[in-house]
């Protein structure tokens, strides 16, 4: 399976960004999806999932900021991040929540600073 992630840049605090990850699964209707970041010289953390039956669950972090979907017509799972926080800045990775998970794909890119 190969993982696709986009959408990321540069903002500044406040501003929003929508990250998308195109999934190369054809099973990707029943998987469990999660979005992770990673800061340089710092564990990938886990931020939100989305189920299969779209359950979603957040970091306390990301709460009511952060929105997770899936479209599964298309094999996208996303990420729309409103009110970005300088503390949002990582590489920002998807993959399925189950283990094994799938090789990690390169990421995007989330800069939030003034």
């Known amino acids: 399976v190969q993982l696709l992630e986009s959408g990321g840049g540069s903002v500044q605090p406040g501003e929003s960004l929508r990250l998308s990850c195109l999934v190369s699964?054809?099973?990707?209707?029943?998987?469990?999806m999660g979005w992770y970041r990673q800061v340089p010289g710092n564990q990938r953390q886990f931020v939100a999932r989305i189920s299969s039956s779209r359950f979603t669950y957040y970091i306390d972090s990301v709460k009511g900021r952060f929105t997770i979907s899936r479209d599964n017509a298309k094999n996208t799972v996303t990420l729309q991040m409103n009110s970005l926080k300088v503390e949002d800045t990582a590489v920002y990775y998807c993959?399925?929540?189950?283990?094994?998970?799938?090789?990690w794909g390169r990421g995007t890119r989330v800069t939030v600073s003034s």
């Open positions: 699964d054809s099973n990707f209707s029943v998987r469990d």
């Open positions: 993959n399925q929540v189950a283990y094994p998970q799938w090789d």
